[in-house]
């Protein structure tokens, strides 16, 4: 065999070694650079575009057939207009100018304007983040959406479609934005320390206010109080819950951000709190009024759903029964502060929203506990927390109920908010939108 000779071998080390030398050394440089740099998290990023489809669901088809089985049959594509609407407007706002003002860097009280156009908004996540930039403002983009779909419920069936279309442009930018600045962008609330894991004071709480100044500012309906306005369509209604059901698990669990423990804990609770507040407001309708409805099952579910929002990743899963319990009890019985009130909140937007949303918030300064994420609450030695959620709720609800006034007085001298007295008695599905979606029209 033929043996290599000592000055081959010399040369063919040192080849190796100019060769694999500037390699190991790129690949050392490589594995610093991919240990200092944020990355995508898979299974982070496939949890939050899951949640952001379930939380589009909640508007259509869940919001529009829970509404839509609510009002009369001559009302009905109304109602699925504005929701579907709701979705393609404000998906453009939040875009060019919403998502700016509520998580642009800015001051306490609103963002500034250095992401209009999602400027700078990509797919390579920040420091500490796991999910690309674009994601969590699609995500939030949810919320802004569904929120001013929400207030649809008080003025449904004799708003007219220009000033529907022309309110919620202007809510969305100068009222939602701000106030998601406020709790979730830096702005004031979130630094008090304010509470709210999906969307308590965000969502529910300005969306409740906001439509008893609509209701009260538009009036009521033709024969309210006078003669039945019943559902039309209580199996849209009862679908649309348990739509709504299902899509929350993104709205809360999709709250952490992440495929991990705290949206574990966020979807347990908002499960068993969903629960709670069924068997709450069944039982209680029973014992009342004799009867369980499915009406009533399907309203509870809504409101175990509605007052656990903002303390879904905060609190124990048996603390959660406590907060679904009294959200069915306290909705239950707060529907009839329209009544008191002089309102006509047609789909009980304030009882439900309002109400529901009003109990989670201070509930979550009741039963946090840091075990769980965030901090404690009253039960676990913190009273302070409490009064921080007393203030956050107080300031959204003056914010939100004058705000929506103003806007809703600035649509009014714009093109009206009503439609005629005739356009109202006909339904707005043929006067507003030249349809019927039935073969006739009672």
């Not at 656990?308 to 019985?333: D, E, K, N, Q, R």
Request: with cysteine.
């Amino acid at each position: 065999m033929k043996r290599t000779s000592p000055m081959t071998a010399h040369v063919a080390r040192a080849v190796y070694a100019a060769i694999l030398t500037p390699l190991a050394v790129l690949a050392s440089h490589t594995a610093a650079w991919a240990q200092d740099s944020p990355a995508i998290d898979t299974g982070d990023t496939a949890w939050i575009l899951t949640s952001t489809a379930l939380v589009i669901m909640m508007t259509a088809p869940g919001l529009a057939l829970f509404y839509g089985g609510l009002v009369r049959r001559n009302n009905v594509l109304s109602v699925l207009m504005q929701c579907i609407m709701c979705m393609a407007t404000v998906s453009i706002v939040w875009v060019v100018i919403g998502y700016t003002l509520a998580f642009g860097p800015g001051n306490a009280l609103i963002g500034d304007l250095s992401m209009i156009g999602l400027a700078g908004v990509g797919v390579e996540p920040g420091e500490g983040e796991t999910i690309p930039p674009l994601l969590f403002m699609m995500f939030q983009g949810t919320f802004a959406i569904i929120t001013p779909a929400l207030i649809v419920g008080a003025f449904a069936e004799r708003m007219k479609f220009s000033a529907f279309l022309i309110f919620t442009v202007l809510w969305s930018i100068l009222i939602y934005s701000p106030l998601c600045h406020w709790v979730w962008g830096g702005g004031w609330l979130g630094e008090r320390g304010a509470l709210d894991f999906a969307g308590g004071t965000v969502v529910h709480i300005s969306s409740g206010v906001s439509a008893l100044a609509a209701a009260l500012l538009i009036g009521k309906r033709i024969g309210y109080g006078q003669e039945p306005l019943p559902p039309h369509n209580l199996p849209f209604t009862v679908a649309g819950a348990g739509l709504l059901w299902v899509g929350w698990f993104g709205f809360n669990a999709g709250s952490a951000l992440g495929a991990n423990g705290s949206a574990s804990i966020a979807f347990v609770t908002t499960n068993t709190a969903a629960a709670a507040a069924t068997l709450t407001w069944v039982f209680v309708e029973w014992a009342t009024r004799g009867k369980p409805t499915v009406l009533g099952a399907a309203s509870g579910a809504v409101a175990g759903l509605v007052a656990i929002t903002p303390a879904a990743g905060f609190v124990s899963p048996m603390s959660a029964i406590a907060i679904g319990a009294g959200g069915g009890l306290l909705c239950f019985f707060g529907i009839r502060l329209k009544e008191m009130l002089g309102a006509d909140d047609a789909l009980d937007v304030v009882g439900i929203h309002g109400v529901g949303g009003t109990w989670g918030a201070l509930a979550t300064g009741v039963f946090a506990d840091a075990a769980y994420g965030g901090t404690d609450g009253l039960l676990y030695g913190n009273p302070g927390q409490l009064w921080i959620q007393v203030e956050g709720v107080l300031a959204t609800m003056v914010f939100c109920f004058i705000g929506a006034i103003v806007l809703l007085k600035l649509t009014d001298m714009l093109v009206g908010l009503r439609v005629t007295d005739e356009g109202e008695i006909q339904g707005l599905d043929l006067t507003e939108h030249s349809e019927r979606a039935y073969g006739s029209i009672d």
